[in-house]
């Protein structure tokens, strides 16, 4: 259970961006005890890998945050931020951490599934987050853009670390997330019909 929520809180947060799990997973691994990756992902704990990850990171900071170019970069991101669900989900659910000793079977030797899970989870978020953006950039005329970013790296590097540290606290995250999708939904489709009634006047 411990490592379904742990995988999962991962993956949702490389859903709002896509390198904060995984840097947080490999330097945690690297530099700490509180994660101890599995054979197969110890590869990202690599200096190298870290560095990749740290560069890749500043240039999704400031893309995501400039209004238009931040639609421009969630397009891109469809293919890379479900990805990295999958690698975070499979990486953080097969390793040993802090709050579990003994990961189960499941996430270490069929590797496929935890990806694949990952993955859908990512690109749910993913889905919400890009729809959600031009919305707020419309209503706020782009002021939105760097604040909702800012909000939603915090969220990703906090959810990273709880995720790993306290996978219990991954349950609060995601009823918030969806209760914000929820009104982000109903908040469009008031749009819609004001957009719809003024224009049959």
């Known amino acids: 259970m411990l490592e379904l929520l742990t995988g999962t809180g991962l993956a949702t947060a490389a859903g709002l961006n896509a390198y904060i799990p995984l840097l947080v997973i490999g330097l945690l691994d690297r530099y700490t005890n509180l994660i101890n990756l599995p054979s197969a992902w110890s590869w990202l704990g690599n200096g190298w890998v870290l560095m990749i990850l740290a560069v890749l990171l500043a240039i999704e900071f400031v893309a995501d945050k400039v209004p238009a170019v931040d639609s421009i970069n ?91 540290i306290i996978p219990f606290l991954v349950v609060l995250f995601l009823i918030g997330f969806v209760w914000w999708a929820m009104s982000m939904s109903r908040r469009r489709r008031r749009r819609r019909r004001a957009v719809g009634a003024l224009s049959e006047k």
């Open 74 to 164: 969630d397009v891109v991101q469809t293919v890379v931020r479900p990805t990295a669900g999958g690698m975070a989900f499979a990486a953080g659910s097969g390793s040993e951490t802090v709050t579990v000793a003994d990961p189960g079977t499941l996430w270490t030797e069929k590797l496929w599934i935890p990806i694949v899970i990952g993955l859908l989870i990512a690109l749910t978020v993913h889905g919400v987050k890009a729809t959600a953006r031009p919305v707020l950039n419309v209503a706020t005329v782009g002021m939105a853009a760097p604040v909702v970013s800012t909000v939603e790296d915090g969220a990703s590097a906090g959810l990273s670390v709880v995720a790993i």
